[in-house]
């Protein structure tokens, strides 16, 4: 069974810190990996994709096959980072993509 | 380009009714996908849609079950509702043969008594 781990639940770093929000997957096969953000008060997006390798208002994730895992990383906090951030997964099957299996989300707050 | 919209906002039923949440899909996109976030927890999958027909599932129990329309608009289904059914409902969007970026709705909050 797919499985998504996100071991923090609340990350609290100052502005200009460095943040790291861990992801950890389980898939059988070869699984798209995105990360999602909610900031407060709004719906939930897309911050970026393994597939396209962008780093999206600073942020960047490196797919570890190895270690299974899909980190979101970005050098220096700012305040508006602060959000609920979910790392999801979604396998493909049937000539397209499956629906989304997240992880339970980490509380991100940037302190000033 | 209108984004992807859910109705109603939020409800209010009492246990063993019957619910109907509606959503309409992003301009240009084919497939719906329905997701039940519970309080403190992430998305579940529920199930998806695609040229009407559910195309995939999620480990949710056939009481829940959905539409989707030609103008691919879907709805979501809930019977005999439980007291653990209460959650935010979200619908996203996307283009199967796309790059599978799912766009949501803001959600139907329900409320089971």
């Given at each position: 069974a797919q499985r998504v781990t996100q071991p923090e639940k609340l990350l609290s770093v100052f502005k200009g810190a460095p943040v790291e929000l861990k992801c950890n997957y389980s898939y059988s096969g070869s699984p798209e990996l995105f990360w999602y953000v909610q900031y407060s008060r709004q719906r939930l997006q897309l911050l970026l994709r393994h597939i396209s390798r962008e780093s999206i208002k600073g942020f960047t994730a490196d797919l570890n096959k190895g270690e299974t895992s899909f980190h979101l990383k970005k050098p220096f906090a700012q305040e508006e980072d602060s959000a609920m951030y979910y790392c999801a997964l979604s396998g493909y099957s049937g000539g397209g993509a499956d629906g989304l299996t997240f992880g339970k989300g980490t509380h991100l707050i940037i302190q000033p | 380009e209108t984004g992807v919209t859910q109705s109603p906002t939020h409800l209010i039923k009492t246990r063993g009714q019957q619910v109907t949440l509606r959503c309409s899909s992003q301009s240009g996109h084919n497939t719906v996908s329905w997701y039940q976030q519970a309080l403190g927890q992430g998305p579940q999958f529920i199930f998806q849609y695609y040229r009407e027909e559910e195309n995939g599932r999620g480990n949710?129990?056939?009481?829940f079950s959905g539409l989707q329309f030609p103008n691919y608009s879907s709805e979501l289904n809930v019977n005999a509702?439980?007291?653990?059914?209460?959650a935010l409902y979200l619908c996203a969007s996307s283009l199967?043969?796309?790059?599978?970026e799912q766009f949501f709705g803001p959600g139907t909050r329900l409320t089971v008594l």
């Amino acid at each position: 069974a797919q499985r998504v781990t996100q071991p923090e639940k609340l990350l609290s770093v100052f502005k200009g810190a460095p943040v790291e929000l861990k992801c950890n997957y389980s898939y059988s096969g070869s699984p798209e990996l995105f990360w999602y953000v909610q900031y407060s008060r709004q719906r939930l997006q897309l911050l970026l994709r393994h597939i396209s390798r962008e780093s999206i208002k600073g942020f960047t994730a490196d797919l570890n096959k190895g270690e299974t895992s899909f980190h979101l990383k970005k050098p220096f906090a700012q305040e508006e980072d602060s959000a609920m951030y979910y790392c999801a997964l979604s396998g493909y099957s049937g000539g397209g993509a499956d629906g989304l299996t997240f992880g339970k989300g980490t509380h991100l707050i940037i302190q000033p | 380009e209108t984004g992807v919209t859910q109705s109603p906002t939020h409800l209010i039923k009492t246990r063993g009714q019957q619910v109907t949440l509606r959503c309409s899909s992003q301009s240009g996109h084919n497939t719906v996908s329905w997701y039940q976030q519970a309080l403190g927890q992430g998305p579940q999958f529920i199930f998806q849609y695609y040229r009407e027909e559910e195309n995939g599932r999620g480990n949710f129990p056939p009481r829940f079950s959905g539409l989707q329309f030609p103008n691919y608009s879907s709805e979501l289904n809930v019977n005999a509702l439980e007291l653990d059914d209460s959650a935010l409902y979200l619908c996203a969007s996307s283009l199967r043969q796309g790059n599978n970026e799912q766009f949501f709705g803001p959600g139907t909050r329900l409320t089971v008594l």
